[in-house]
């Protein structure tokens, strides 16, 4: 088992930055693939960014590239997710999740383990 808490969240300017962490306790950090997805009212719950175990590879949903930055510090069994640039239509909540079924990135169904989610509330 793996139990991921995520911190960081809040309420931000559009424009403004965020920085959420995702700490990890459990099994080895360092073999599971990372990701963050985020759901919005009334809304699928989709994938925002993952990083691979040795994070020498990270994925972007377009929605988020070039303005969020995954990575991950084994050391510390965390993984963040930097914000910067944010628009309102990147209110949401946003989890953590790990798998470690292989080199698979950005399908929901195929994480195991999930946060609780922290609120990411962007005003125009």
């Known amino acids: 088992q793996v139990q991921l808490v995520e911190s960081g969240g809040g309420l931000v300017q559009a424009g403004g930055s965020l920085r959420l962490s995702c700490a990890a306790s459990?099994?080895?950090?360092?073999?599971?693939?990372m990701g963050w997805f985020r759901q919005a009212p009334g809304k699928e719950r989709e994938f925002v960014a993952a990083?691979?175990?040795?994070?020498?590879?990270?994925y972007y949903a377009d929605s988020v590239k070039g303005r969020f930055t995954i990575a991950r510090d084994n050391a510390k069994n965390t993984a963040y997710l930097q914000m910067n640039t944010l628009k309102p239509e990147d209110t949401a909540v946003y989890y953590c999740?790990?798998?470690?079924?292989?080199?698979?990135?950005?399908?929901?169904?195929?994480?195991?383990?999930w946060g609780q989610g922290t609120q990411v509330t962007v005003s125009s």
């Open positions: 999740a790990a798998h470690n079924r292989g080199p698979y990135y950005r399908s929901k169904s195929t994480y195991d383990y």
């Open positions: 459990g099994r080895t950090f360092s073999n599971y693939v």
């Open positions: 990083v691979n175990w040795s994070a020498g590879s990270t």
